[in-house]
């Protein structure tokens, strides 16, 4: 008797603990597939795309901003950047036309134009900017191969032109016939360097053309200065012939019209001009007290007489 309480009680126990695991299994499924669902959404930003790969193949590209949503676990997404980016390219040697050695430093600015031809050609950023250099490197290589090496480096008698604009069409138009997505917007050389090798010999030989151009200028500043001296003599000498002849001039005038006053004056009083004449003359004369000897009946002494009386 005692045994067939026990059993039925065991199994009334038995009876709510399976109606409690009922539901717990059902909340755990809901929240598995609440995390599933939650974990295969995903948020396309502002400036980049969103690509979709189904078994590794490309289904959809996103490219504006938004939340999306993928098949979970057999497919998978990954982000690649819409904004421009730049790629810093490894300095290269490159041989001139005249077979001299230089090393070219330049960078890239691209973006992604194509996703889907980027992924489909070079399958990722890392190959994408490997296939790019490769391109910026074969045209620079190419376009100064054309020219001479002091056509590089000499800015006064450089001939690249804008070597820029033309290495970044030329780099375009690659990209685009072999369908890579990419889209250059500018390729630029930083810097033109010498191998280590050669650097001294042609730092010293422009050195040398500086020092010849720097005595070039020299020389023509010394003729120039030379011919405005001159100029500046021979201007002064007219200068002074013309105020010589024209104080020459002047005193002619002037002597001429005290002449002139003479004259009249003469003419006026002949007796009184004589007198006034040969007092000057007695000033002239008597000057330093000199000793004077003339005879006693002369008109000059006669006067003197008559003044000293």
């Known amino acids: 008797m005692d045994e067939k309480v026990i059993d039925i009680t065991e199994k009334k126990m038995q009876i709510p603990f399976k109606n409690m695991l009922r539901p717990l299994i059902w909340l755990l499924v809901v929240i598995v597939i609440l995390a599933i669902a939650i974990s295969n959404l995903f948020i396309v930003k502002e400036g980049e795309y969103k690509v979709v ?20 676990f057999i497919q998978t997404h990954e982000t690649l950047p819409k904004y421009k980016m730049l790629y810093d390219i490894k300095p290269t040697e490159v041989n001139t ?10 960078y890239v600015l691209w973006r992604i134009d194509n996703p889907e031809l980027m992924i ?14 490769d ?3 074969s045209i620079i290589r190419a376009e100064l191969g054309q020219l001479n090496f002091d056509e590089i480096i000499n800015e006064e008698k450089s001939a690249r032109g804008n070597l820029n604009v033309r290495v970044t069409e030329k780099v375009n ?3 685009k016939r072999d369908h890579y997505g990419i889209d250059v917007i500018d390729v630029r050389i930083k810097r033109t360097d010498l191998p280590e090798q050669n650097e001294q010999s042609v730092f010293q030989r422009m050195i040398s053309e500086r020092k010849s151009k720097a005595q070039e ?4 500043g010394d003729a120039e200065a030379t011919k405005i001296r001159a100029e500046t003599d021979r201007q002064v000498q007219e ?8 104080a020459k001039a002047i005193e002619a005038e002037g002597e001429q019209t005290a002449a002139q006053m003479y004259n009249d004056a003469y003419s006026k ?3 009184f001009y004589q007198l006034y004449r040969t007092l000057q003359s007695y000033k002239s004369t008597m000057s330093g007290e000199p000793v004077i000897v003339m005879p006693i009946s002369s008109p000059y002494a006669r006067y003197l007489m008559g003044y000293l009386q």
């Open 239 to 246: 200068m002074l012939a013309k105020a010589e002849a024209r």
């Open 53 to 72: 790969r189904q078994f590794g193949e490309v289904v959809r590209i996103y490219d504006e901003p938004g939340l999306n949503y993928k098949i979970p």
């Open 97 to 106: 036309k005249d077979k001299k050695k230089l090393m070219i430093d330049n």
């Open 135 to 137: 391109a910026v490197y």
């Open 269 to 271: 009083d002949p007796e």
């Open 217 to 220: 200028y020299l020389s023509q």
């Open 173 to 175: 138009d690659v990209l």
């Open 120 to 133: 489909r050609n070079a399958r990722n950023l890392t190959g994408a900017e490997v296939k790019l250099g």
